[in-house]
């Protein structure tokens, strides 16, 4: 799942996580809000996503708006979903505000990229990445 409030960014992030594995159902969300509404209203595991590519500046509900009210969620919710912020800044007071959520997996600054995708394939779904990439 893609949750970031800049068409273009979601557009951008979805055409190299296609080039990296056609394979991934991409559900991209313009707003913290819609995001957590899809999440709490389609209870079957089956549509939930695996992983959470999360903005942190959006208007409204931003990324630390949309951790506090995930945290509330039902655990079955929360459990076996990766969420990675993302962000424009390398600000580290945002590091450190990011490790006080033990569901964020990373702090990582935009844009999604082919290496991002290996690393995080590698790291928490187990296959590697040569085997994914046709």
Do not use: R
């Amino acid at each position: 799942m893609l949750i970031d409030d800049n068409p273009d960014d979601n557009f951008y992030h979805q055409i190299i996580i296609e080039k990296f594995n056609p394979a991934i159902h991409i559900i991209s969300m313009e707003s913290a809000t819609e995001a957590l509404e899809y999440l709490t209203n389609n209870k079957e595991k089956a549509k939930h996503p695996n992983l959470i590519f999360l903005d942190v500046n959006m208007p409204g509900m931003n990324g630390w708006d949309f951790l506090e009210a995930y945290s509330k969620l039902d655990t079955s919710l929360q459990s076996n979903l990766i969420i990675i912020m993302l962000t424009t800044s390398d600000n580290t007071s945002d590091i450190e505000k990011a490790k006080k959520w033990n569901f964020v997996s990373e702090f990582k600054t935009k844009p999604v990229t082919k290496k991002l995708l290996e690393d995080i394939t590698e790291k928490y779904f187990e296959a590697k990445s040569e085997e994914i990439i046709k």
